[in-house]
């Protein structure tokens, strides 16, 4: 189901580069109807996420990591000076807490602040994935605990927190 000012947005990859930049363009939800917003301006976009309020894709030939206007369809280098690793990122997906996974032939966490990716570790894959998503696993219910006993050494314990996120312990 979708609501009221969902969209759906798509970039076509050009097959032969020499065609053209790619376009980024809306699909209606009800209709199927393709609407061109305008040329992203890259030659090799191959996907789309959307995270951190932002459209990215990944042009592996010439650029590295973009973000998209979804405006006008103009994407923006990152960093100008960091290609990237591979020219088969087929794949990009954010989790629920807005880390950016890129997909090659290997697995990559896309810092969008720089560009640069940190590589986790290659696929035992011998292909091109085209697409991954990222669904999150059952989460245990945040808990804090005690370590030790009474009257001797103690520290805290917690379970189910964000990753990297904080947590505040009040003691007296």
């Known amino acids: 189901a979708f609501g009221p000012g969902d969209i759906l947005y798509a970039v076509n990859e050009r097959l032969a580069p020499a065609s053209g930049p790619d376009d980024l363009h809306t699909i209606d939800l009800v209709t199927g109807q393709v609407t061109l ?3 992203t301006g890259m030659i090799s976009l191959g996907t789309l996420a959307y995270g ?6 990944y042009d592996g030939f010439t650029h590295g990591l973009v973000r998209i206007d979804p405006i006008t369809g103009l994407a923006t280098d990152v960093n100008p000076d960091f290609r990237g690793p591979s020219d088969f990122t087929e794949s990009l997906c954010f989790s629920d807490h807005g880390v950016l996974y890129q997909v090659d032939a290997g697995l990559w966490i896309q810092d969008t602040l720089t560009g640069v990716p940190t590589f986790v ?3 035992n894959y011998f292909g091109i994935l085209g697409g991954v998503e990222y669904l999150s696993g ?3 219910p945040f808990a804090l605990g005690t370590l030790g006993e009474t009257g001797g050494p ?3 314990q917690v379970w189910g927190a964000t990753p990297n996120g904080s947590v505040v312990l009040l003691y007296a």
């Open 154 to 156: 103690m520290g805290a």
């Open 52 to 57: 951190q309020g932002s459209l990215w894709s």
């Open 121 to 123: 570790g290659p696929l």
């Open 37 to 39: 917003i305008g040329d």
């Open 138 to 140: 059952p989460t245990s």
